[in-house]
């Protein structure tokens, strides 16, 4: 169990369609734990759950909006004991024009929460920004997202949680075989099946890329080397500008014909030069045992 000294919340709340949802992901994509709409009586509870398992978390993230009705007033009435749990939290409270919120629900069909009370949208919003007040009167940050994209609020949300402390990008690094199939998931194919190909060679085909021979064979020839050599500069560009662009994960997908062999010594050699270069990079051979 890795324990935090001083674990942090984050209560993200405000007007419906001011990008609570869009600060939510953020927050997870930061690697904070996060639920939307939790009832204010369950905080307590959940938090000294969270705080008693196996949660490695750096912060939560907490989402509280209107549809709590008249129970988002029981907010203040748990602070201090999250205090007493010796979580410290913060209320970002989000906002926005009523023309552009009006905007934001056309755009995307929604209904505002409040829609069954009848009126127009203008007036709804009305309703919701009166309803809201004490909770913005009370928060700690207040964002106006009227004139920041999606992008734009996940920077601010990062310089408030981290107070300009630098966010490591998450690196994975996946080996792969063509014949079965291009990862999904992954942000930069690299494709090794010009190299010259272990499996035809006696001794070697029932091997993996894991093993010394494997890698110098792979490795062996003056190509093998500018390759990795390019692909070592190009990592290294990209690393610090995906930073700066708030990009929170990098999968790096390192392709042969059947995955058990250069894709994996590829992928291996990259792994190494990321974590060389300070940073922490994952590795997975998906078909090495195929």
């Known amino acids: 169990m890795k324990n935090f000294k001083n674990p942090r919340l984050f209560i993200i709340t405000?007007?419906?369609g001011a990008?609570?949802?869009?600060a939510i992901k953020a927050l997870e994509d930061f690697n904070g734990y996060c639920v939307?709409?939790?009832?204010?009586?369950l905080i307590k509870k959940f938090l000294s759950l969270i705080k008693s398992s196996d949660y490695s978390g750096p912060f939560t993230g907490l989402g509280i909006d209107i549809r709590s009705q008249g129970k988002i007033d029981k907010i203040f009435r748990i602070l201090p004991d999250i205090n007493k749990i010796n979580y410290s939290y913060k209320i970002i409270y989000l906002e926005a024009s009523n023309r552009t919120l009006i905007r934001r629900f056309s755009e995307s069909r929604r209904r505002?929460?409040?829609?069954?009370?009848?009126?127009r949208i203008a007036e709804t919003i009305d309703t919701e920004r009166h309803r809201m007040q004490p909770i913005k009167e009370n928060a700690d940050v207040v964002l106006d997202t009227s004139r920041l994209n999606p992008h734009e609020l996940k920077?601010?949300?990062?310089?408030?949680i981290f107070k300009g402390k630098k966010v490591q990008l998450s690196i994975n690094l996946i080996a792969f075989g063509f014949k079965y199939g291009v990862p999904p998931d992954i942000d930069m194919v690299i494709d090794t099946r010009f190299l010259p190909n272990p499996h035809?060679?006696?001794?070697?085909?029932?091997?993996?890329?894991?093993?010394?021979?494997i890698k110098e064979y792979v490795l062996k020839g003056a190509l093998?080397?500018?390759f990795v050599k390019r692909y070592q500069d190009l990592i290294k560009f990209l690393i610090p500008n995906y930073e700066k662009e708030g990009k929170a994960y990098f999968n790096i997908g390192v392709g042969c014909t059947g995955g058990r062999h250069r894709s994996v010594v590829i992928a291996d050699a990259l792994a190494d030069f990321i974590r060389n270069a300070g940073y922490s990079a994952g590795r997975t051979y998906r078909d090495i045992e195929k």
């Open 14 to 16: 405000g007007l419906s």
């Open 19 to 22: 990008g609570k949802s869009v």
């Open 36 to 41: 939307d709409n939790m009832p204010p009586a």
């Open 112 to 119: 505002h929460p409040l829609a069954d009370s009848g009126g």
């Open 155 to 160: 920077n601010r949300l990062k310089e408030i």
């Open 200 to 213: 035809y060679e006696p001794g070697l085909s029932a091997k993996t890329g894991l093993e010394k021979e």
């Open 224 to 226: 093998a080397k500018e």
